[in-house]
């Protein structure tokens, strides 16, 4: 036996050597290289589903805020807190309703009342010790966002007042705090201060959401670590788990906590069991093989060498290969030269192929996910997870038709789709199969052509997607919908609406219905009631309009969008909705109450659902409102010129406060003339409106609109300031030239005449301009004598304490009585027009204004006829005594700078 040396082994030797080490390497290598690959896969894997469950957890906080900012409305837009913060009574508001059981439905830890100027007016919180709590509410309402977002709204319009909310970091802990501008519920009345609702995340996140939450989640102080800062956007891992953190920031974009979702690694953690086993297992068979190889290159393969090298030899001299003499010379080297371009390492493949195929079935058999393998039409095998998953024993399932397992309407599923797809380039799809016992299983399919057993096979990787689903679909509802009609709430139906807008003006419609009444239900029964009112409206909405998408927009308003809007099928829509009118008209027995839930409802006309959706929605809400009491057991279509109406009213709405503060509603002046002389003694102040867009604007149509926004008192002290100015003008220029002082009637409504500050203006505006006793003559009207008469005569004494005369205006024409000349304190009765028009050719009217000019004077009153607007008319007025008269005839009502031209000098 040759001596054994290790630089100088021959080829037989070194054959076996290196064959045996080469194995033994390329198997731990290819070890080591596939654990790398597979461990930094479940390592991306990882990352992606720790992101994913950290934007979840930021979502869901979100979520929490803007549900909280939404349903802080219910309350800010509530009549009894709009009371609280107009009036003050903080007590009766507090017994009725503000115990820890408001803030535990409402899952709140703190509910502030604000004032415009920030004064806390009252306040709840879960605070035991009173001054603790008062100085918590003082620090919540003295953040500094919270200041300046009450600032910037002082600073702008009412209308343009909206809520705030977001996060804020106090006491060490994130709160959700929002701060909503109060209104009642009609949202007709200037804002009298803010609502404040606060959530305390630390005690509420994650615990009320753990269940759709896919990993633990947890808000870290930003103090808790010198170094957690840094931390925020990495990912820490360990063994057993992985973490990501991520910055929480307030409402002006600073950081205030951190969120640290942590999960646990449990593929790494069976990967890494796995590649032990593994390693261990081929560790033993490849030594072994390795060790078994060389015995028998170096006793039973290399015997042979002797033949093997003699035949390269000659081969290499027949293709001239030099060197080929010398000791170290390697046959196969030579032999390697020969047969490369021939074939190929075949050992290295297979040993490949059967490491592959030994990772293959690991994965087979371990993996989470389920798989089976289709050959033709039936399966041939199949994993535990699938088994588990689809509710089967191995036995049952082996040989049965794919088919079998899908359900009759998912296409995909089915095994000639299924094989089309693949071919097509689609290998991943939704389907629905069929457990055992045939139930539904929504699943992701994953499909790839393999071979198996030396045929062409379809393996499937199935992934359940039932849960996925589920928290899909939990999400969505608490998104999209309204917990207590279960219809759409306001984000989605507006969006849906303006969806049909853009996309088919013109084509469809929508029904309005309004339910007044169940703002008074709140107030007097309280929400429960409330609720079961609520429900009881949406049933009855839902049965006979359930085929269309239904949306409530606030309390009391519903709309239901029809997006066929054909001849046919708007009539449809008209019957159903007057048959739901119908039924609400009679009262109902809800939780023990009889309660009306009366509503009103209108039909946009498609004619004009091109228009922007708020646009639409005022002209459905004016509309609604402007029914009359016989309108509202049937629903009203609402074309172009009802559009025109409310769009017209609506402006007026929009620009009459401004128009008052501004004075671009002025009075012109209509003169009024002694009967027996013809001379002018003095004007009526009548308001007029020349609107930049409108134009000239009834007194008939403003007025009203006034008296609805409760703008009246306002206006008339802005008529009434303005003619004092100028009668002081006019007269001041008549004394000059010699002539006689004039007077000015002024009309006052009934709100401005019982006003509490009515008499302070008035002394303002006497004192102001100089106006001497006699010449401002204040008119009312009949129907302002009707209330207490000791009241209305104090009244009217305290106005003429301060130099004024009262006139009665329109008499006749009220509720009034002969007896009012007598009962009240008057100096001026005006007679009606209406009178005035018929003594020409009516023998009543005629001796009715001969009668009451009659008594007036021997009462001492000084009677006026207006409307007077012929010669005949002047006569028969001059003739019965009627002191003074007024109409067209002589004047009509002419702006001031009209009348200081004819009536300031001779």
Known sequence: MPNFRLLTLNLRYKTALYFSLGLLGMIISFLFISRYFFLYSLDELERTEISH??????????????????????????????????????????????????????????????????????SLTREQDKQQSHEFVKQVISLPEVKDHILNANNTLDIHRDSMAGLFKINQHVWSVSLTPVRNSEGDQNSPGWLVWGRDLNLRFPGDFSSILTANNQLVELSAAAENESLAGKVNKNGNNITLWSVLTNVSNQPIALLKTDSQRPHYEKGNTLFLYLFATIG???????????????????????????????????????????????????????????????????????????????????????????????????????????????????????????????????????????????TMFEAQMLDSKQQVIDCSLEATLVQHNGCNALMLLIHDLREKKQQAQLIQELTDYDPISGFCNRVIILSALNDLIRQSPNSFSFVYISCENIQQISQLYGHRVFDEAIKYISASMKTVLGEYQIGRISESEFIVLVPDCSHSNNQQVVDATNKLLDRLSHKVELSGLLLNLESKAVIIDPAITHEPSEHLLQIARYSASSLPGNQMSEVVVVAEELSSQAQTAMIINRDLELAIKNREIIPYYQPILNTQSGEVIGFEALARWIHPVLGVISPAVFIPIAEQGKLIVELGESILEQACEFLNQLNKTRKQQGLNALNMHVNLSTQHFYHANLTSHLKQALDNNCIEAGQLVIEITESMLMGVEAETIHRINEVKQLGTQLALDDFGTGYASFSSLCSFPLDIVKLDKSYIDQIETNDRAKTL???????????????????????????????????????????????????????SSL
């Open 284 to 426: 033993v068979v490849a030594t072994a093989i390795a060790s078994s190889t060389y015995w028998v290159f170096k006793n039973r393969v290399a015997i042979r060498f002797n033949h093997f090298s003699q035949g390269i030899r000659q081969l290499a001299s027949q293709y001239h290969l030099e060197d080929l003499r010398s000791v170290t010379s390697d046959e196969l080297e030579v032999a390697t030269k020969l047969v490369e371009k021939l074939s190929e390492n075949t050992s290295i493949t297979k040993t490949q192929l059967k490491d592959s195929m030994q990772k293959l079935g690991a994965l087979y058999r371990s993996s989470s996910l389920g798989m089976l393998i289709v050959i033709e039409r039936n399966i041939v095998d199949i994993n535990q997870q699938a088994l588990d998953m689809l509710k089967y024993q191995r036995d049952d399932i082996i040989d049965r038709p794919l088919d079998s397992l899908c359900a009759s309407d998912t296409e995909e599923c089915h095994v000639d789709m299924m094989f089309k797809m693949v071919n097509d380039g689609t």
């Open 53 to 122: 469950a950290n934007q979840q957890a930021h979502a869901v906080i979100d979520m929490m805020v803007n549900q909280q900012e939404e349903s802080s409305y219910d309350w800010a837009h509530w009549d009894e807190t709009y009371y609280l913060l107009k009036d003050g009574d903080i007590d009766a508001y507090r017994d009725r309703n503000l115990y820890i059981e408001s803030i535990d439905t409402l899952a709140l830890d703190l509910m502030v009342f604000v004032t415009l100027e920030g004064k806390i007016l009252d």
């Open 849 to 903: 204004v001969r009668n009451i000019a009659s008594m007036a004077q021997e009462l001492g009153l000084t009677i006026v006829a207006e409307g007077v607007e012929t010669a005949s008319q002047v006569r028969k007025l001059k003739v019965w005594s009627i002191d003074e008269l007024q109409g067209f005839y002589f004047y009509k009502p002419m702006p001031k700078q009209d009348i200081l031209d004819q009536f």
